[in-house]
Nanobody, 124 residues
Framework: QVQLVESGGGLVQAGGSLRLSCAASARTFTSYSMGWFRQAPGKEREFVAH????????YYADSVKGRFTISRDNAKNTVYLQMNSLKPEDTAVYYC?????????????????WGKGTLVTVSS
């Protein structure tokens, strides 16, 4: 079992930046690839970004490519999401996700563990 705790959400104006953090309880953090998903009001949860177990590989949803950066610090059991040039349509609850080491999951159904989420609100 892996517990994931997100932090860093809040209210920001359009064009601003936020950095989300996700602390994992896993004794072997490197056993997991990590990702971020988000869920806007009235919409389904969607993929945002993924990072491999060693940080060597990343990929992003088209909607955030070039604006968001995912990274991880395995010594601190933490994954980050740097969000720049935020838009009102980025408003959502952002969820940290853990998947098996070799996975590159973009589907909600394939994720092993979820955090409880942190709310990001972007005002226009």
């Amino acid at each position: 079992q892996v517990q994931l705790v997100e932090s860093g959400g809040g209210l920001v104006q359009a064009g601003g930046s936020l950095r989300l953090s996700c602390a994992a309880s896993a004794r072997t953090f490197t056993s997991y690839s990590m990702g971020w998903f988000r869920q806007a009001p009235g919409k389904e949860r969607e993929f945002v970004a993924h990072i491999s177990w060693n940080g060597a590989d990343t990929y992003y949803a088209d909607s955030v490519k070039g604006r968001f950066t995912i990274s991880r610090d395995n010594a601190k059991n933490t994954v980050y999401l740097q969000m720049n040039s935020l838009k009102p349509e980025d408003t959502a609850v952002y969820y940290c996700a853990a998947d098996s080491r070799g996975a590159t999951s973009v589907k909600v159904a394939d994720i092993l563990f979820w955090g409880k989420g942190t709310l990001v609100t972007v005002s226009s």
